[in-house]
């Protein structure tokens, strides 16, 4: 009688953060592709580009000039998604739009309030961020503690998030290599939800472990998991303070989470010898990702965390980053999470475990370095 | 002092029916793009394809020979994302993964039975749904019906999903007009939360009246809002038995919802008459589509029903279908759901109203289509 395999067999594997499902058909990778192929990034960029908006020095679209930064560098986005000032949305404003049924369950609405920034990650146009040096990745960090520090101490802001697009394939408009905060009045869906699981896993277990976390019971499973072997391990690589996993309900191809290994609710309290840990797991990562298929491998990436220092449920958070990279097969065939995905449930076609040992077997030194 | 208006100020709206938020920044799209750009297809193809997998009589990449057909036509799907016959998840096999955590709540799985179809739309590779003629979009609309009624008669599945991926942005591999069906053997996340909200809708309701249904209501609420003026109106067209509209919380710049306008489970209890106003509104609203940017706008559309006819939360039901396609400003401007929608919260850049008006503008005759 044949055994269930899950290198073989259709199956869905359950999301505990974010409570839902993921459909996993491993033996898909096999279709033939006759789609879309992405433009390989291998273009070689120069130091300083004149026409950069984001380049030291340059003027931006809007007319504003940048400072002849040196390190990282933030400015508040030219074209934020949302504003420090703006009136509410009262009832006479929605019948505008809803009419007399402005007051049904159908129509909710609220007015949202925030500011928006760019976070240069380096003054070199041709920089990405598996490239710079672990100093350099450092002081990105720190640029993120203070940026997450300021906007925590301001009432009107409820949520902090930080984030990067990179590369075409992922919607990033520009190859100068950089981040974005989005800082809003209200806590958006995605985070909400995983403070939701992240509080009611705490209150589930809390009479057992007056400490229960269910991201750090997840790292301590999965500790024990790749003690057990190779074949059950998903962890990428790991430091002192910090793991790289492919998380058991992985959506995206090689979808990967950084998660500090003990509870720690922000990037706030990193003291020095922490933040060198997570950049040094950063750049190990990206590289790896590079590596894979010898290009720069696109992805959008954003941390998770408390919504800000102050939040009520502050305590519950567990700071991790997720990395959702498109890349499937090659430089130039990517997943797409369309139809079925859209409409009905994520479907991937690897398993988290196949992606995992690929990128374990990644060299841990960046394809275009110099060899000595 | 300022008002609050909806097509200058950042707003979140809530979508009842998967009880989640978009953020709304209709100041957004002034900014200027400098990121991807798709590639139009503009491109002629030939009626009929000899290294087209899809076309007539051709041999497709497993050996399997199509039939010479001349109207739709359903075949099994070569690279199906799920079997009819697989051996079950037993917690021995999860033990290979998950080692001794195999029984804690972090380590959940589903062995996932089903069947995947295609659904070939013509028989001439070179066209397209908008450019169909009625008698056969209705001829789909039959073959639909048949799929999902031999379907509903499976004990084994509990769920159809009828879809469509059109265009190479949308991940579609091959142009020649086809739609898919996937089969499962449980109900995914995104029509799980759908029937949920339907029934919360309907059971907060009954009181006041017996057949509440969030979807009766929200069509009748937007017969009301269109009646009160332009500026309110999100219906792009309708006909007796369908309304096609930009719902109010739409997440893509274009989305559109095609919804029964009487109380409808599944397309199974369609009449000839309502499937000639289906195969009517769907030409006309992927005519407009095209129009729209002059070019075969690309997007992925699904149909949501009763999961099967048997389940028991079918009368909870309503018939509609979702249109999601990516372009934002023009054939080659498409808008990226990344950074900040994947980790926190989908964003658009007009509001559904806009979006509405400019779909409405559009002529009902194809561009394509030769002028007398
Ligand atoms: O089956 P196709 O058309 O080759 O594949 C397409 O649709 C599927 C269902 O939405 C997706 O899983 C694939 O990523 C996409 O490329
Ligand atoms: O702000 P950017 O980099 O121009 O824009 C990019 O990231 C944003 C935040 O994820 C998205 O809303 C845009 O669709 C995307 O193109």
Chains 1, 2 share one sequence.
Not at 106 to 124: I, Y
Not at 252 to 261: H, N, Q, R
Not at 313 to 337: E, I, N
Request: charged share 20%; with cysteine.
């Amino acid at each position: 009688e044949e055994e269930f395999s899950f290198a073989d067999h259709s199956h869905r594997r359950f999301n505990p953060l974010t409570g839902s499902w993921v459909l996993c058909s491993p033996h898909r990778a096999k279709r033939p592709w006759l789609g879309q192929v992405e433009e390989a990034s291998s273009e070689q960029r120069p130091t300083y580009d004149p026409t950069c908006f984001l380049c030291p020095g340059n003027k931006r679209a809007t007319g504003a000039q940048n400072d002849c930064y040196t390190s990282t560098y933030v400015f508040p986005n030219d074209y934020a998604a949302v504003h420090a000032e703006q009136p509410d949305c009262s009832t006479e404003s929605l019948a505008l739009v809803a009419g007399e049924n402005a007051s049904s369950d159908l129509f909710r609405v609220e007015s949202t309030r925030g500011q928006c920034s760019v976070v240069c990650f380096s003054p070199r146009h041709d920089a990405t961020l598996p490239e710079l040096s672990l100093g350099e990745i450092s002081q990105i960090i720190r640029t993120w503690q203070s940026v997450y520090g300021n906007l925590s101490a301001d009432p009107s802001i409820a949520y902090i998030q930080l984030f990067e697009n990179k590369g075409a394939a992922m919607g990033c408009s520009n190859p100068h290599p950089h981040g974005q905060v989005w800082a809003l009045s209200a806590v958006p869906s995605e985070p909400a939800k995983e403070i939701e699981s992240l509080k009611a896993y705490h209150q589930a277990h809390a009479s057992t472990n007056p400490n229960a976390c269910l991201l750090c019971a997840y790292v301590r499973a999965e500790e024990e998991n790749a003690a057990a072997g190779e074949q059950s391990s998903r962890i990428v690589l790991q430091n002192e303070s910090f793991m790289a996993l492919v998380p058991f309900w992985a959506t995206w191809p090689f979808e990967t989470m950084i998660v500090a290994k003990r509870h720690v609710t922000s990037i706030a309290s990193l003291s020095e010898p922490r933040i060198a840990d997570l950049a040094e797991i950063t750049q190990g990562l990206t590289c790896r990702y590079d590596n894979l298929f010898q290009c720069s491998f696109p992805y959008s990436m954003g941390l998770h965390q408390a919504p800000t220092a102050a939040h009520p449920d502050a305590a519950y958070c567990h700071f991790h980053m997720h990395f959702y990279p498109p890349l499937l097969r090659s430089a130039t065939v990517r997943k797409f999470l369309v139809g079925f995905e859209m409409m009905a449930e994520p479907q991937r076609d690897l398993t988290a475990e196949q992606a995992a040992s690929r990128l374990r077997a990644q060299s841990p030194i960046h394809y275009k370095k110099p060899s000595l």
